[in-house]
């Protein structure tokens, strides 16, 4: 009797929960919670330099990179670089040895632009007006996103100017198109920092095309305020357009000279036939 009320003492509380299991899974939560938390650091930590290049397009990525480089650990590195082939920031070709940062020459910029602009012509279709938050939403973060325009911080533009447009997106309630969304978000991040880098070059043309992006963001929020569709179907695919308009700008006044594999990606300011016959 006495032995059992030993083991029935040791492995029950006052509530009649398990001691040790409760002991045990606690430690596991909690450890998986560290495990979770590591792989979404390295996840943002190699997005981020992805996005602004200092992975260059076309790059190897490997585990002992990830480890010494950026001083991760094994399984954060490993299951790091499973997330980003998912997004499509990077690239497994097994007959080239490994995974690649994701290229970024005529082609992928083709394929980007126009999914931005089939993304935000639904947008301006379908996004509901009836989202008592949104306006309120868009105003804080058109405010935080004027903030990093007067920094001129290309990454902190990027990163808000996605939360922008993915507030909007969220109020349509279609999860499906939401992630079609945010995959295209991410992939014109690296873009708009690549425009930004080679506006940066001529400091009128960038601070005269940081105004027109804010007044434009300030028209969109005006038209979701009024609820006027007409005028969102307007102003939504002329400002995805304008990624578009801005490179081929760049490309057809000849101003940026071919630049370095270190400063951008000599795929696709030197290797590219279309680009090479653009400059004629």
């Given at each position: 009797?006495?032995?059992?009320?030993t083991?029935?003492?040791?492995?029950?509380?006052?509530?009649?929960?398990?001691?040790?299991?409760?002991?045990?899974?606690?430690?596991?939560?909690?450890?998986?919670?560290?495990?979770?938390?590591?792989?979404?650091?390295?996840?943002?930590?190699?997005?981020?330099?992805?996005?602004?290049?200092?992975?260059?397009?076309?790059?190897?990525?490997?585990?002992p990179?990830?480890r010494?480089?950026?001083?991760?650990?094994?399984?954060?590195?490993?299951?790091?670089?499973?997330?980003?082939?998912?997004?499509?920031?990077?690239?497994?070709?097994?007959?080239?040895?490994?995974?690649?940062?994701?290229?970024?020459?005529?082609?992928?910029?083709?394929?980007?632009?126009?999914?931005?602009?089939?993304?935000?012509?639904?947008?301006?279709?379908?996004?509901?007006?009836?989202?008592?938050?949104?306006?309120?939403?868009?105003?804080?973060?058109?405010?935080?996103?004027?903030?990093?325009?007067?920094?001129?911080?290309?990454?902190?533009?990027?990163?808000?100017?996605?939360?922008?447009?993915?507030?909007?997106?969220?109020?349509?309630?279609?999860?499906?198109?939401?992630?079609?969304?945010?995959?295209?978000?991410?992939?014109?991040?690296?873009?708009?920092?690549?425009?930004?880098?080679?506006?940066?070059?001529?400091?009128?043309?960038?601070?005269?095309?940081?105004?027109?992006?804010?007044?434009?963001?300030?028209?969109?929020?005006?038209?979701?305020?009024?609820?006027?569709?007409?005028?969102?179907?307007?102003?939504l695919?002329?400002?995805?357009?304008?990624?578009?308009?801005?490179?081929?700008?760049?490309?057809?006044?000849?101003?940026?000279?071919?630049?370095?594999?270190?400063?951008?990606?000599?795929?696709?300011?030197?290797k590219?036939?279309?680009?090479?016959?653009?400059?004629?």
């Amino acid at each position: 009797m006495r032995s059992s009320k030993t083991a029935k003492s040791s492995t029950r509380t006052r509530g009649g929960v398990a001691r040790s299991p409760a002991k045990g899974t606690s430690r596991e939560t909690a450890k998986k919670h560290r495990g979770t938390s590591q792989t979404e650091a390295a996840v943002d930590l190699i997005r981020m330099k992805i996005i602004d290049m200092s992975l260059e397009p076309g790059s190897k990525l490997d585990e002992p990179l990830l480890r010494n480089h950026f001083r991760l650990g094994r399984t954060p590195a490993r299951e790091a670089i499973s997330r980003l082939v998912a997004e499509g920031l990077v690239t497994i070709f097994p007959n080239r040895g490994g995974m690649f940062v994701r290229g970024l020459d005529l082609v992928e910029i083709g394929e980007v632009t126009m999914a931005y602009q089939l993304v935000e012509s639904v947008l301006a279709q379908l996004c509901r007006f009836e989202d008592q938050n949104l306006v309120a939403d868009l105003e804080e973060i058109q405010a935080r996103y004027t903030r990093e325009v007067r920094r001129k911080s290309f990454l902190g533009i990027t990163s808000v100017n996605e939360e922008f447009h993915l507030r909007m997106h969220r109020s349509i309630g279609n999860a499906l198109f939401y992630e079609f969304a945010l995959s295209t978000h991410r992939h014109l991040r690296r873009l708009l920092v690549l425009i930004y880098k080679m506006e940066n070059t001529e400091k009128n043309v960038l601070e005269s095309q940081m105004e027109i992006n804010l007044g434009e963001h300030v028209a969109i929020i005006d038209a979701i305020r009024c609820g006027d569709r007409t005028r969102l179907n307007q102003i939504l695919p002329a400002h995805a357009q304008q990624a578009q308009t801005r490179l081929t700008r760049i490309l057809s006044e000849k101003r940026i000279p071919p630049l370095t594999v270190n400063q951008l990606t000599s795929d696709f300011f030197g290797k590219r036939p279309g680009f090479q016959a653009a400059q004629g």
